[in-house]
């Protein structure tokens, strides 16, 4: 039998949603007041706007049917990003702080999707409550905005497994519980220690409270929204490594990290996506150390590399030093590794070292069966034989990631701008990465991008952080039929 679209669910679990965005809202709104800023009056209209659409849009979906369907599970995910982008810009548009439509919209996307990139030419002058919300909106989005609604919907009678499952990055997800709430409480209480040893540690090397808080949240959602309009560079080693430490740890599938955290530390290490992950960036770091060191013979060489190796593998975008001042074979590399991204189930962006590390064995497993063509050669990993179902999905995840970049290149050529840092782009915003090579390059900073390749950009972020196919389902005639 089949059912109509249930519209009235989406409305009432999107009205639910909205009104954590609202409540969300009201930490900047106090830090307006703290401060004494100007912009106290936006931040209040912001929160009143956001609040009263919350709880008309719940007030839309009255007398839904509770059950949440896989077809509005995609719908929901999907366009959450977009509501919250909408409500999310008000305080920069109403504040003035960016008082064109399109750069408010491309910040609050940039910061929601976690891609990090920057319309503000001058950071540093930016209000308190400004800063705060930016690194706030990261913080929301990297754990995913459904991910922390799956704790509270149940309170609302909504059931949250399609949400969750439609959500969650990477090949496939794993509960921790038998409960979709409590895995998602577990998640969510390991992502909030995590920022507060990271905000307190910062603090106890030097960092100022505000900034502490600020990069502590940029950091463990693999944002990369800064204070300082030089990112982390004016910053002692100390906090670079301390900072470097959670990027590495927020770029490791966070049931691995539970499981390590409850004593279990071997189950992580065992995981073949992990081990790929932090070798990645070990080598990567190491590859960059030495040609810094032979190049410039400066002793931070280490530590320079390893920071940047991992904060574009996690697709955080901090920046220690200016990557762009490096022979060329170094910061190619650097863009390559924009590709890769962190593990499934993480906070980071990319393509996911799972899918890499099953593509790579799926290559060889063919180059085998061309030796050997009786013989039957499985893709394993983790110990498991893959479906070719599972092979198959990652194929045409790539091939649609691939051409994403491609068409994204193509029409940012087309703005006018030049081919090396067009495709810098791409790759940043499908990688939610935020800096790029070329002209852009380790600023993060897109000002100058023309309007048409803002709103583009946008959309790419998006598709990136939302693992393209939620997003492409969207366009898909069978999601929409009866």
């Given at each position: 039998m ?6 009235r ?5 999107m ?14 709104t106090f ?7 100007p912009?106290f009056g936006a931040?209040i ?11 008309w849009?719940?007030?839309a979906?009255r007398?839904a049917?509770?059950r949440v ?5 995609y ?6 990003w ?5 409500f999310?810009?008000?305080?920069f548009?109403?504040s003035g702080?960016?008082p064109?439509l399109?750069d408010?919209?491309y ?7 976690t891609t990090?990139?920057?319309?503000f ?6 209000p308190?409550?400004?800063?705060l919300w930016?690194s706030?909106?990261q913080?929301i989005?990297g754990?995913g905005i459904?991910v922390?609604s799956?704790a509270i919907l ?6 949250g497994?399609q949400l969750y499952s439609?959500e969650v990055?990477?090949?496939s997800?794993?509960?921790l ?9 577990h998640?969510?209480i390991?992502y ?6 990271e905000?307190i540690l910062?603090?106890l ?5 505000f900034d502490a808080?600020?990069?502590a ?5 693999t944002g990369g929204?800064?204070?300082?309009n030089d ?8 906090i670079?490594?301390i900072i470097l430490v959670?990027?590495?740890l927020s770029?490791?599938?966070?049931t691995q990290?539970?499981y390590a ?7 992580m290490?065992?995981d ?5 992950y ?6 990567a770091?190491i590859v960059l150390?030495?040609?810094?060191l032979i190049?410039?013979g400066?002793l931070?060489?280490f ?5 940047t190796?991992?904060a574009?593998i996690?697709?955080?975008?901090f ?6 001042l490096w022979?060329p074979?170094?910061w ?5 590794l924009?590709f890769?991204g962190?593990?499934s189930?993480?906070?980071a962006?990319g393509?996911?070292w ?5 593509f ?7 180059i085998q ?7 039957v050669i499985?893709?394993?990993?983790n ?5 070719e179902?599972t092979?198959?999905?990652?194929m045409a995840?790539?091939?649609?990631y691939?051409?994403?970049i491609?068409?994204?290149?193509l029409w940012f050529?087309?703005?006018g701008?030049?081919f090396d ?7 940043s915003m499908i990688?939610?990465v ?13 000002a100058?991008?023309p ?7 946008t ?16 366009f898909s005639?069978a999601l929409?039929k009866k």
């Open positions: 089949t059912r109509l679209f249930n519209w669910i989406v409305f009432k679990t009205g639910v949603l909205t009104t954590l965005e609202a409540l969300f809202m009201l930490v900047p830090t307006a007041w703290w401060y004494d800023e912009d931040w209209v912001s929160s009143a706007v956001t609040w009263l659409s919350s709880w849009m719940v007030a979906g007398k049917e509770k369907g896989e077809r509005e599970g719908v929901i995910v999907a366009t959450i977009i509501v919250y982008s909408l999310g810009m008000l305080p548009w109403l702080t960016l064109a399109t408010a919209w910040e609050t996307m940039a910061g929601f999707t990090g990139s920057t319309v030419t001058d950071v540093a002058a930016q308190h409550s400004i800063l930016r706030l909106m913080w989005g754990m459904i922390l799956v149940p309170m609302f009678g909504l059931g497994m439609a990055t990477g090949v997800y794993e509960k519980s038998p409960r979709i709430a409590d895995t998602a409480k998640m969510w390991t909030i220690g995590l920022t507060a040893a905000g910062l603090w090397c030097g960092m100022g409270k808080v600020c990069h949240l940029s950091t463990i959602s929204f800064a204070t300082h990112s982390v560079m004016s910053f002692g080693p100390a670079q490594w959670f990027m590495l770029g490791i599938n966070f990290l539970i955290f409850r004593g279990k530390p071997q189950r290490f065992r073949e996506e992990t081990r790929w932090v070798c990645a960036c070990l080598i770091g150390a030495i040609g810094l190049t410039t400066k931070d060489s530590r320079l590399g390893l920071f190796s991992i574009t996690t697709s955080t975008g920046v220690a030093t200016d990557y762009m022979p074979v170094l190619v590399i650097v863009f390559f924009m890769t962190g593990a189930g993480s906070t962006g393509m996911k799972v899918r890499l590390a099953i790579a064995k799926a290559a060889n497993a063919e069966r061309r030796i050997h063509p009786n013989a499985p893709v394993r990993f110990g498991h034989t893959l479906r179902q092979t198959s999905n990652i995840f790539m091939f649609f691939l051409a994403i491609v068409l994204a290149t050529c087309g703005c701008i030049g840092e067009s495709l810098g782009i791409a790759v990688g939610n935020g800096v790029s090579i070329g002209q852009w390059g380790s600023s993060g900073c897109y100058a991008l309007v048409a390749a803002k709103w583009v950009a959309f790419v972020m998006l598709i990136g952080r939302l693992e393209i196919f939620t997003v492409l389902l969207l005639r929409w």
